[in-house]
C-alpha cells in the first residue's frame, strides 16, 4: 500500500515575532487541484500562514512541504537561496497590492521572471505573456504601464504574471480587498476561471461569498490557531464553534 502524500503539507507551523506567537502549532494539508479559502479576523495569523507556504515568513519551527520537497529547510546561505527560488518558482502569488513594476509595459513585468528565473528566449516569454493575458481578458493592454490601467486590470496583470511562471500552486492574500466594489467580480471571475481548470489554490479573503461559492474547503483562523475547517456550507451556515459563529455574525451584518 502507498503512503498518500498530500500536494501541501504544513506540520507543526510556529511563527513568533518577538515576544507575540501569531502561528501556533498549525497542522494542515492540501490536496492538489483544492480550492481552500482562509478566512478571520484581521491579525489572525492569516497572511503570515500563508506568506509561510513559500518561506516569505519563515516559520520560528515546524515544516512546510510543497509536492513531498520541504520547502523551509535550514540550508546553508547559497545552497538554501538555490533551493528556495527553484521552490518559489512553483508558487504563483499574488498579493494585496499589485507589486507591478511601474517603469516596465505589461508585456514585460510578465516576461521579466520566466526570463530571469527560468532562462526562457524572448520570443518563448512574448509567446507566455500574450497567452497569459488572453486569460485574464487584458491582451490589448500588453504594451500599456501600470499608471494606465485600473486596479482590477493591475490585479488581473499580477495575476497573469504569476501564472506565466507555471506554477503548481496558487497562493491569494486578499487580492481583492484594495479594489474598488465594482473592480473586486472581475478579479474574482479570473480565480473563479482558474477553479474550474483546477489549479490548487490557497486564498486568504474576506469576501464570503467567494468563498463559498468557489471554495472546496474553508479554513476559520482566529488567534493564531485554525479554530474551525470543514466544506463551505458547513462551515457558513451550521458552524460548530462560537468563536466561528461570532465572526461569521458581525461579518454578514457588516455586509448588509
Not at 485574464?136 to 493592454?141: A, K, S
Not at 484594495?178 to 467580480?185: G, K, N, S, T
Amino acid at each position: 500500500m502507498t503512503h498518500h502524500r498530500p500536494f501541501v503539507d504544513i506540520r507543526h507551523a510556529q511563527k513568533c515575532f518577538g515576544e507575540l506567537e501569531v502561528l501556533k502549532d498549525i497542522s494542515l494539508q492540501v490536496e492538489q487541484q483544492q480550492i481552500v479559502a482562509i478566512i478571520g479576523p484581521s491579525g489572525s495569523g492569516k497572511s503570515t500562514l500563508l506568506r509561510a507556504i513559500n518561506d516569505l515568513d519563515p516559520l520560528t519551527s515546524g515544516e512546510v512541504w510543497l509536492d513531498g520537497v520541504q520547502v523551509n529547510k535550514l540550508l546553508p546561505h547559497a545552497q538554501y537561496e538555490k533551493h528556495i527560488n527553484q521552490v518559489r518558482q512553483q508558487i504563483g502569488m499574488v498579493f494585496q497590492h499589485f507589486n507591478l513594476f511601474p517603469h516596465l509595459t505589461v508585456r514585460e513585468n510578465i516576461t521579466l521572471a520566466p526570463k530571469l528565473l527560468k532562462g526562457v528566449s524572448d520570443d518563448e516569454a512574448n509567446a507566455l505573456a500574450e497567452q497569459q493575458l488572453e486569460h485574464v481578458g487584458l491582451i490589448d493592454r500588453i504594451d500599456y504601464h501600470p499608471s494606465q490601467l485600473s486596479g482590477g486590470q493591475k490585479q488581473r496583470v499580477a495575476i497573469a504574471r504569476a501564472l506565466a511562471m507555471k506554477p503548481k500552486l496558487m497562493l491569494f492574500d486578499e487580492a481583492t480587498s484594495a479594489l474598488d466594489p465594482e473592480l473586486v467580480e472581475e478579479v474574482n471571475q479570473v480565480m473563479k476561471m482558474l477553479a474550474e481548470e483546477a489549479m490548487t489554490m490557497i486564498i486568504v479573503t474576506h469576501e464570503m461569498g467567494f468563498a463559498e461559492s468557489v471554495c472546496d474547503r474553508v479554513l476559520f483562523m482566529d488567534g493564531g490557531v485554525v479554530v474551525e475547517e470543514g466544506a463551505p456550507e458547513v462551515v457558513f451556515h451550521n458552524p460548530t464553534q462560537d468563536r466561528t459563529k461570532n465572526f461569521l455574525r458581525k461579518h454578514l451584518e457588516g455586509a448588509k
